[in-house]
Structures are given as structure tokens and as C-alpha cells.
């Protein structure tokens, strides 16, 4: 006979229901939240100082304007994303993905932009005292909106538990660790679902819709009159992105666009276009060239340093000889050679010698990897800094004239348009730089379709498979030195292109102009930055990084000599939570957030 005995089941302790960073419950939290929102709007048609002394005119009833109207859209996002929280019928769509992360982000964002503004107006006028009804009241809003919003909750990390061994600063290092990732875990976004198909001409629209208001966005942040509306422009900017994408839309638009990519790039160039019809002068087209000519050269460096993972850093070197050559042959009466060539010939002069250059150099040197590669390519770019700076027909042979440069090269004149000239078309007028806007558009358009169909080709995977893992595709039977010499070849040609380009915008081509780094890009540091910054292999992001990189700088001329450094901190801060940069690669993205889902499901039919 056996006796079964049968072992007492101990009842597990019962999960602890999700809360939020701060005691409050649920409900209550969503309505402060939702409510804090309405009331930031309401606040932003009120007064918020009594006096004009503030820039954008803060004592206006009923009408927002300077920083109230980026505070206006803070609230907006806010009551729109806590509204869709509730479930209400027709704004289920504004959160495909997680609801209370874009609501605690937009939050977040609304506050800090309200209460630097309440903090920049009480340190310009002098107190507190300074302050309106309404600027009391947008803080107050904001704040109960944010304390709402912390109050939403979200599935906490699993703790990591102390050795108890530790010294009391490991035990104080462990338990800020924990803290942080409780509070990344609290903005955390579920990956929405997937999108629906739509009709073909309602995708079309989404992406019309999308390229708008990309195009309103970088219009208002390249027209921030004063430094004040700027910095409230980069808060809003980023956070009401971040709150975009926590929401899903973001992936949304993103595969919709990957349906339609010609249609996609086609209404990204005519929103670019339409850039110098929206200004009423040409000092905002100005930065707008040089942005194109910076991005230009930046994506011209993805091919080198993104797609085949050469690290160069003396790229800019490129940039100088296609400006140098352009320089020389289009009739300038600094260039001793006396010729003048039209502009196709000129442009196709700096790319094939840039090429020439970058044949040369690599030839030599790509056998080299990593950092060695890096150092040779980094004494290139000074050595034609060197070079081109004792050209002055006393240190060597006259043909650069040395620091002066080659001055007086004249405008561009394309089949009767005169470049340098104002035209009227449609009815406005279309200055000198926006002339040279719309020309370096058409060069950015050629570079971007070079780069997507190498980098679609064979060819292009040979680089991604050197710049994964050189070794094993060297196995694999690829030519790793003829694919990274035809990386560096087409690289230099697009940065000579472009240099060809920026001779006859600047008037005047010297040697302090290419640069390792320099206040003012474009130089090899902020090149390199763009890349890395915007995403490495993306078509997009070494364009977002270049016109991020050129334009937070010219706005942050108020900073002085703490312009730089400001700036550095920034980079690093970005680097230390978002090291694939800012539009990635799913693959790069991967890599560093080893966490995320994978990017496709497996199937008979494959991915």
C-alpha cells in the first residue's frame, strides 16, 4: 500500500498593480492631466507680462504670439493625446501606439516650455513681479498637467537587487541606476500595431500632409526672431516629436512613406523648393544654401563613413578642391589660369578632380583600418589646407594665391538666368541666394539618388558587409580594397560637386574655409557629427544632422564664447541616449537597443 502525500501549494503573492511615478490615482491623474491641457490653451489667449519689453509681445489679450503660440501647441498635443487616453470615438487614430507615454512626454514638454518662458520673462524684467495673470496661470497649468501625467500607470522594470557587499557609493550608483530606468520605463512606448493598407490616393495625402508640416516647422525655426523663441522652438520641436512617436504616428507615416519612396522623395524636394517663396527677403534663403551645401557634402560622407564604415576625418578636404577647381576655371580674375567655362563643365570639373584626389589618397592608404585609417585621412585634409595656403607664388607656385584665396568669382549665368540677379516668378521675388537655393537643391536631389541607388546595389551591400565585418567579407570572396576605393571615389566626387557649387556663392574661396573644426561649418568635425548625429546610412539623417548642426549654431551666436561648449554638451547628451542618432537604420538601432522587437516576422514567404 503507498501512501500519496500531496505538498501543500503555496498561494503566490498576487502582482502588484501597475502605478505611476507619483501616488496618485489613475483616474484622477488622466483628468489632471486632460484638464491641466485645456486649461495651458485657455492661458495662452491671456496676458503674461504687462510690458512690450519682452520680445513677441506677451501683453495681448486674445491673440497668442511669440513663445505662447509654441505654449498653444504644447497644450494642444496635450488635451488631444489625454482625450484620446479616454477612448473618445474618432481620435483612436492619434494613438496607434501608447496614449499616456505621448501624453506624459507632450506634458513634460509643454511644462519645460512654459516655465522657461515664465522663468526668461521674470529674468529679463526683473522679478516676479512682472508677471500677468496669465503667466501665473500657464504655470500652475503645465504643472498639474505634468503631475497628472506622472501619475498615469506603467509597467515597472523587474528591480536588480544590491549585493550587499557593496560600499555605499556602488549602493548609491545601483540605486540612481534604478531610478533611471523606472523613469525611462514610465515614458516607455509600446511598438503599435500594424498599419492598415489604405487607398493608394489617401497615402498620397498622409505623406502631402507630412512634407507641410515639415515644411512649416523649418520655415517658423529658420525665421526665430529672437533667441528666447528659438530656444522655445528647439524644446517644443523635440518634445512634441518624441511625443509623436511614443503615440505611433511617427511609425505610421514612416511606413507609409516606405510604400511610396519616389513619391516621398519627389514631395520632399517640392516642399524644399517651396522654402524661397515663403520668405519675404533672402536672409533666411542664405542659411538655407549653405544648409543644402553642408548637407549635401555630409551625405556625399555617409557613403564613406555610414555605408562602407571608413572613418574619415579630413573630408572636407573634398569640399575645397571642387571649390578650388570651380574657382579657377569660371573667369575669376584672381585665377591665373584665365579660363572660363560654363557652369555644367566647371561642376563636373571639381567633382572629377575631387574623385582624382580621392583615388589618389585611397589608393595608399584604405589597406589601413579604424583609427590608422582615420589619422592618415585626418593629415590629408591638413596637408591641402598647408598646400593651397603656401600657393601664393612665394612659398611655391602662384596658382591659389595663398591666404587671400581666389576672390571676384562671378554669379552663375545658365542659359540667360543670371544667378546674381532678382527675378520675379509667380508673382514673388525670388533673390540671389534663393536662386542659389533652388540650383544647390537640383545638386542635392543628383547626390541623393546616387546614394539610394549605390547603396540599393551590389556594390552596396559589398560596403554594408565590409563595415559589419571586413574579415568575414573578405571570406566571402568581396574585393574589400577596390569597394572601399569606390566608396572614397564617389564620396569625394559628391563633396567636390557641391564645393563647385559653393565657390560661386561665396564670392571668394580660401584656406580657413576647410578646416578639422571651425566655428563655422562646414569643416570635418561638424561633417563627421552631421552623419552620426542625423544616422549613420540614412538618406535623411545626415540632412536633419547637417541642418541641425548649421542652424543651432547660428542661433546660438547670443551664447558668445560658451557657444561651443554649449553645443558640445548637447551632442554628448544626445550621443549618451540616442547613439544610432536621430534617424536610424532599423539595423543600427537594433544594435544599440538590443530590447527592441525585431524588425520583421519570419514566414514561408520570407520577411
Not at 470615438?89 to 512626454?105: F, I, Q, Y
Not at 490616393?201 to 517658423?220: K, P
Given at each position: 500500500?503507498?501512501t ?9 503573492a498576487?502582482?502588484?498593480?501597475p502605478?505611476?511615478l507619483i501616488?496618485?490615482p489613475?483616474p484622477?491623474?488622466?483628468?489632471l492631466?486632460?484638464?491641466?491641457g485645456?486649461?495651458t490653451i485657455?492661458?495662452t489667449f491671456?496676458?503674461w507680462t504687462?510690458t512690450?519689453?519682452?520680445p513677441?509681445?506677451l501683453?495681448v489679450?486674445?491673440?497668442p ?9 504644447g497644450?494642444i498635443l ?6 484620446a487616453?479616454y477612448?473618445v ?17 507632450a ?7 512654459a516655465w522657461y ?5 521674470s ?6 513681479v512682472?508677471?500677468?495673470a ?10 498639474a498637467?505634468?503631475?497628472g501625467?506622472?501619475?498615469l500607470?506603467y509597467e515597472?522594470?523587474?528591480p536588480d ?5 557593496d560600499t ?12 533611471w530606468n523606472?523613469?525611462?520605463a ?11 493598407k ?23 525655426g529658420?525665421?526665430?526672431?529672437y533667441?528666447?523663441l528659438?530656444?522655445g522652438?528647439?524644446?517644443?520641436a523635440g518634445?512634441?516629436f518624441?511625443?509623436?512617436a511614443?503615440?505611433?504616428?511617427v511609425a ?8 511610396h ?10 516642399a524644399a523648393?517651396a ?10 534663403a542664405?542659411?538655407?544654401?549653405y544648409i543644402?551645401?553642408?548637407?549635401t557634402?555630409?551625405?556625399g ?7 562602407a564604415?571608413?572613418?574619415?576625418l579630413?573630408?572636407?578636404a573634398?569640399?575645397?578642391v571642387?571649390a ?19 557652369f555644367?563643365?566647371s561642376a ?16 595608399p592608404?584604405?589597406?589601413l583600418?579604424?583609427d ?7 593629415g590629408f585634409g591638413?596637408?591641402?589646407?598647408i598646400?593651397?595656403l603656401?600657393?601664393?607664388?612665394t612659398?611655391g ?6 591666404s587671400n ?16 540677379q ?5 508673382g514673388?521675388t525670388v533673390?540671389?541666394?534663393a536662386?542659389?537655393?533652388?540650383l544647390?537643391?537640383v545638386?542635392?536631389?543628383i ?14 551591400r559589398a560596403?554594408?558587409a565590409?563595415?559589419e565585418?571586413?574579415?568575414a ?9 577596390r569597394?572601399k576605393?569606390?566608396?572614397f ?5 559628391m563633396?567636390?560637386?557641391a564645393?563647385?557649387v559653393?565657390?560661386?556663392v ?5 584656406p580657413e ?24 546610412g ?11 548642426l ?9 551664447l558668445?564664447?560658451?557657444q561651443?561648449f554649449?553645443?558640445?554638451v548637447?551632442l ?5 541616449f540616442?547613439p544610432?542618432?536621430?534617424i ?5 538601432q ?7 522587437e525585431a524588425p ?6 520570407g520577411?
Open positions: 500500500m503507498t500519496q502525500t500531496t505538498a501543500s501549494e503555496t498561494p503566490s498576487p502582482a502588484a498593480a502605478s505611476g501616488g496618485l489613475a484622477l491623474g488622466r483628468a492631466a486632460t484638464g491641466g485645456v486649461l485657455l492661458s491671456l496676458a504687462w512690450a519689453a519682452f513677441g509681445d501683453t489679450y486674445g491673440y504670439g511669440g513663445l505662447q503660440v509654441l505654449v498653444l501647441i497644450g496635450t488635451t488631444a493625446f489625454g482625450l487616453s477612448g470615438k474618432g481620435l483612436k487614430w492619434l494613438t496607434p501606439g501608447s496614449a499616456d507615454s505621448a501624453l506624459k512626454t506634458a513634460l514638454g509643454t511644462f519645460a516650455t518662458t515664465v522663468i526668461a520673462i529674468a529679463k524684467l526683473g522679478g516676479l512682472n508677471l500677468e496669465g503667466g501665473f496661470i500657464v504655470a500652475i497649468a503645465t504643472l498637467a505634468l503631475v501625467a506622472l501619475a500607470p515597472r522594470p523587474a537587487l544590491a549585493d550587499p557587499d555605499g557609493l556602488e549602493k548609491f550608483r545601483h540605486q540612481s541606476r534604478q531610478n523606472n523613469f525611462k514610465a515614458f516607455a512606448a509600446k511598438a503599435p500595431a500594424p498599419a492598415p489604405l487607398p493608394a490616393y489617401a497615402e498620397i495625402l498622409v505623406i502631402i500632409a507630412a512634407m507641410a508640416v515639415g515644411l512649416i516647422v523649418f520655415t517658423y529658420i525665421g526665430t526672431a533667441d528666447q528659438f530656444i522652438f528647439l524644446i517644443t518634445f512634441g518624441g511625443a509623436l511614443k503615440a505611433g504616428l505610421r507615416v514612416s511606413t507609409i512613406t516606405a510604400r519612396r519616389n513619391i516621398t522623395m519627389t514631395g520632399a524636394f517640392a523648393a522654402f524661397p517663396f515663403t520668405q519675404s527677403d533672402d536672409q533666411y542664405t542659411i538655407g544654401v543644402l551645401i553642408f548637407a557634402v555630409a551625405l560622407l555617409n557613403i564613406v563613413v555610414g555605408l564604415g571608413l572613418l574619415d579630413g573630408y572636407v573634398f569640399l575645397g571642387g578650388y577647381t570651380a574657382a579657377l576655371v569660371s573667369g575669376s580674375p584672381s585665377s591665373p589660369l584665365h579660363v572660363n567655362l560654363p555644367w563643365a563636373l570639373c571639381g567633382a572629377a578632380v575631387a574623385m582624382v584626389f580621392g583615388v589618389l589618397i585611397g589608393a592608404t584604405l589597406r583600418r579604424g590608422y585609417l582615420a589619422i592618415v585621412t585626418l591638413e596637408i591641402f589646407r598646400t593651397v603656401n600657393m601664393d607664388g612659398s607656385p602662384d596658382v591659389t594665391n595663398g584665396g581666389i576672390s571676384s568669382i562671378p554669379n552663375l549665368n545658365i542659359l540667360g538666368f543670371d544667378f546674381g532678382e527675378h520675379q516668378f509667380l514673388a533673390g540671389r541666394f536662386n542659389y537655393f533652388l544647390m537643391l545638386i542635392t536631389l547626390v541623393v539618388v546616387v546614394f539610394r541607388r549605390s547603396s540599393d546595389s551590389r556594390i552596396g560596403w554594408i565590409i563595415r565585418d571586413e574579415t567579407a573578405l571570406a566571402m570572396g568581396i574585393n574589400g580594397f569597394v576605393l569606390i566608396a571615389a564617389l564620396g569625394a566626387s563633396a567636390g560637386l564645393g563647385s559653393q565657390a560661386h561665396t564670392y571668394t574661396v580660401t574655409q576647410y578646416q578639422f573644426a571651425h566655428v563655422v561649418p562646414p569643416n570635418s568635425a561638424f561633417l563627421l557629427a552631421a552623419v552620426v548625429l542625423g544616422g549613420m540614412t538618406i535623411s539623417g545626415p540632412l536633419v544632422g547637417a541642418a541641425l548649421y542652424l543651432i549654431p547660428a542661433k546660438l551666436q547670443f558668445g564664447d560658451y561651443l554649449a553645443f558640445g548637447a554628448v547628451i544626445l550621443m549618451r540616442r544610432e542618432g536621430l536610424p537604420n532599423r539595423r543600427r537594433l544594435e544599440f537597443h538590443e530590447e527592441a520583421a516576422v519570419l514566414s514561408k514567404a520577411a
